[in-house]
């Protein structure tokens, strides 16, 4: 009996922090949805990275571990995929810093919620957004000459889903201890390029030199390339030449990542907050 009379108050618990959850995933997606310069922004970089270096490099490059079918924009497409959801959830940690110099914050802080509530909310809205600009690049498909199938575009969903959640963790943990947007940027950038180029989006990773190897296996955006290039190439011979891991490896990395950037985002945010 004791224990059926305890159960409501910590199901109402329960519901008060999925509510906050919820509104702070809400605030971060309306606040994407009511901005259609971002929206178009999200088409507006990739394509051109995937046009002019796509075409300037697919011109000189040459992979010699590729079939003789390949296809320099087939072989970017995947990487510019990571590259929108690394750029677009790093730096969608930055309304932490934003929320704090403003106030709204202190209004969530003083709530009666847990702050891993708040993180996960935080990260909830960074990832959707962000996976939701790279599902949009789907569209640049047929101009990269890439076709996919449905099932295919929810596996890249998922994928893209999953690593978002991760890079915007990572973001908020180092945002947590930022005092500026400035130092925050600076930061970020200072992250964000070598993460980009040792992710395999612009190059194949076989035949490296062991340093650059052992950096490349660090970088948890080199898995989620090599698993988006496995969906999108599938049992093509460019998948059997290009592709380093089983789809089953890169998630696991990928959401390992996502484990520990999580704990590592809450607890920044809590020693800076409480």
């Not at 509104?23 to 507006?44: H, K, M, Q, Y």
């Not at 051109?48 to 497409?77: D, E, K, S």
């Not at 959707?128 to 000459?145: C, E, F, K, M, Y």
């Not at 380093?244 to 490896?249: A, E, K």
Request: hydrophobic share 60%; aromatic share 10%; no cysteine.
């Amino acid at each position: 009996m004791a224990q059926a009379a305890a159960s409501p108050p910590a199901f109402g618990a329960l519901a008060r922090e999925a509510r906050a959850v919820h509104a702070i995933w809400l605030r971060e997606v309306t606040r994407f949805a009511s901005e259609p310069t971002r929206i178009a922004g999200a088409l507006g970089q990739p394509l051109v990275y995937l046009v002019i270096m796509g075409t300037g490099f697919g011109a000189t490059f040459r992979a010699a571990a590729a079939p003789p079918t390949f296809n320099y924009l087939v072989f970017m497409y995947p990487g510019i995929l990571g590259m929108t959801v690394l750029f677009t959830s790093l730096f969608s940690a930055i309304s932490i810093i934003w929320d704090r110099e403003f106030g709204f914050l202190k209004e969530i802080l003083v709530a009666p919620v847990a702050r891993s509530s708040i993180v996960l909310g935080k990260v909830a809205g960074g990832a959707t957004v962000a996976a939701i600009q790279a599902v949009i690049l789907l569209l640049l498909a047929p101009l990269a000459g890439v076709r996919l199938g449905p099932l295919a575009v929810v596996q890249i969903a998922l994928v893209l889903l999953l690593v978002a959640a991760a890079l915007t963790s990572l973001g908020l943990a180092i945002a947590s201890r930022m005092a500026t947007m400035e130092g925050f940027q600076v930061i970020m950038n200072f992250l964000v390029v070598p993460m980009w180029l040792l992710s395999g989006a612009f190059f194949p990773l076989r035949g490296l030199p062991w340093w650059m190897d052992a950096l490349v296996r660090i970088d948890p955006l080199t898995y989620a390339v090599d698993a988006l290039r496995g969906v999108v190439y599938g049992a093509s011979p460019l998948g059997a030449a290009l592709v380093l891991h089983p789809l089953r490896v890169d998630l696991a990395v990928v959401a390992l990542a996502l484990g520990a950037s999580f704990a590592l985002a809450i607890a920044t945010f809590r020693s800076r907050e409480d």
